[in-house]
């Protein structure tokens, strides 16, 4: 899973080095990477040898799909559903793996806690990476009148990928933890 957020800052920084629309799907094509290593670690615990390994087909058959019928029609919904999707999953699986151990009240809610600061984190980032989408002309004029180094404050694009990296790395921890 580690090795999905080296994807995630190679690829972005791949895009922010060129702003080329190009190079904006090795960016966005991270996030589907990410998504899928949370959802192939989260989905893979206590299974089988035989269920691991067509749990990981499966996710990575989706992944590819839905990152060439990104691809191919360059429609941002794709790629906004196939990611939200995976992050449902992940926390559907991470919940129930929570609840229905046999693990002790007091163990669970430390895990709903670090599975709360993992989500905050990445709930926080996708917000702010959909207003800066949303929002970005306005936001580059008030940046202007700011100034430097306040205008930092307003640069949600990069707070996206710093609360992305914060909250996965809190992720992998609790899958890891999980498993």
């Keep these: 899973m580690s090795w999905a957020l080296v994807v995630l800052g190679v690829n972005s920084f791949i895009y922010h080095a060129t702003l080329l629309q190009a190079t904006q799907f090795c960016d966005e094509f991270a ?4 998504g899928a290593a949370l959802l192939q670690g989260i989905g893979t615990i206590n299974q089988t040898p035989g269920a691991s ?3 990981t087909s499966v996710i990575l058959a989706a992944a590819t799909a839905g990152a060439g019928l990104y691809l191919k029609t360059a429609n941002i919904l794709h790629h906004v559903v196939m990611f939200n999707s995976a992050m449902l999953l992940v926390g ?3 919940v129930f793996l929570v609840l229905a151990s046999g693990r002790s009240g007091a163990e669970k809610r430390r895990l709903m806690g670090l599975f709360g600061k993992a989500l905050a984190c990445l709930v926080a980032a996708y917000t702010l990476w959909q207003i800066d989408l949303e929002k970005c002309l306005e936001l580059r004029g008030l940046r202007e009148r700011l100034g430097l180094p306040w205008a930092w404050l307003l640069e949600l694009h990069g707070w996206w990928h710093v609360l992305t990296a914060l909250g996965a790395s809190r992720y992998i ?3 890891r933890e999980l498993s």
């Excluded at 996030?31 to 990410?34: A, D, G, K, N, T």
């Design 31 to 34: 996030m589907l990477v990410l």
């Design 53 to 55: 390994a067509a749990i």
């Design 92 to 94: 559907a699986r991470t």
């Design 173 to 175: 921890r609790l899958i």
